[in-house]
């Protein structure tokens, strides 16, 4: 699976961006989704994630309410909607890919994803 991420962009706190996740070279519908992101200086974190149907989804806990993974399996597209930025979001997103099933804590795992695209830089301003 080949993975491009987009949509990453400079705004104000308080703003929104819409990230894009397209997946190529195999049936996407067959893969867990994930976002996770990495700031300046930290370790990369996973922000959130959604099953192979879209039915189920799963967040870190400082982006619930805010942000929103949705994906569209016909454009093999995953997106995260990120609304009410705070200056703590900016980052590089990263868009991941695997064939396991994940559940609860395993989201968090960076290492069972086995596809990566690459950052899109968010940089949110104060």
């Known amino acids: 699976v080949q993975l491009q991420a987009s949509g990453g962009g400079l705004v104000q706190a308080g703003g929104s961006l819409r990230l894009s996740c397209a997946a190529s070279g195999r049936t996407f519908s067959g893969y867990s989704m994930g976002w996770f992101r990495q700031a300046p200086g930290k370790e990369r974190e996973f922000v959130a994630g959604?099953?192979?149907?879209?039915?189920?989804?799963y967040y870190t806990d400082s982006v619930k309410g805010r942000f929103t993974i949705s994906r569209d399996n016909a454009k093999n597209t995953v997106y995260l909607q990120m609304n009410s930025l705070i200056p703590e979001d900016t980052a590089f997103y990263y868009c991941?890919?695997?064939?396991?099933?994940?559940?609860?804590?395993?989201?968090?795992?960076?290492?069972?994803?086995?596809?990566w695209g690459q950052g899109t830089l968010v940089t949110v301003s104060s």
């Open positions: 991941a890919a695997t064939p396991r099933g994940l559940y609860g804590r395993t989201w968090y795992r960076a290492d069972l994803f086995d596809y």
């Open positions: 959604i099953n192979w149907s879209g039915g189920s989804t």
